[in-house]
């Protein structure tokens, strides 16, 4: 009997915790910034499915969180990161 992986959010990884990307919520916006497509602009920075990442550091509570995506490093909201669907390692 093989176990389905266990998924969580980008949001929910502790620090120096990793991952691989599996999915991004489609059509989410943000109107607090003009209305942007966020998972459009995610998957421009590199956070397309397959990729692995790393939670480098978090904020205070409800604050910002530092992502280690192949070489680089991004700051992401909170709302963003429970946007991607990540494979925990």
Not at 8 to 27: F, H, M, R, S, W
Not at 30 to 45: F, H, K, T
Not at 46 to 73: C, D
């Amino acid at each position: 009997m093989t176990l389905a992986p266990t998924l969580t959010t980008l949001d929910a990884l502790k620090a120096g915790q990793t991952g691989t990307v599996i999915t991004l919520q489609p059509n989410a916006t943000a109107e607090r910034d003009g209305g942007i497509d966020v998972s459009r602009r995610l998957m421009e920075l590199g956070f397309v499915p397959g990729e692995r990442i790393r939670m480098l550091k978090r904020g205070l509570t409800g604050g910002p969180i530092a992502v280690k995506v192949g070489q680089s490093t991004f700051a992401l909201r909170r709302f963003e990161a429970a946007l991607i669907s990540i494979q925990p390692e």
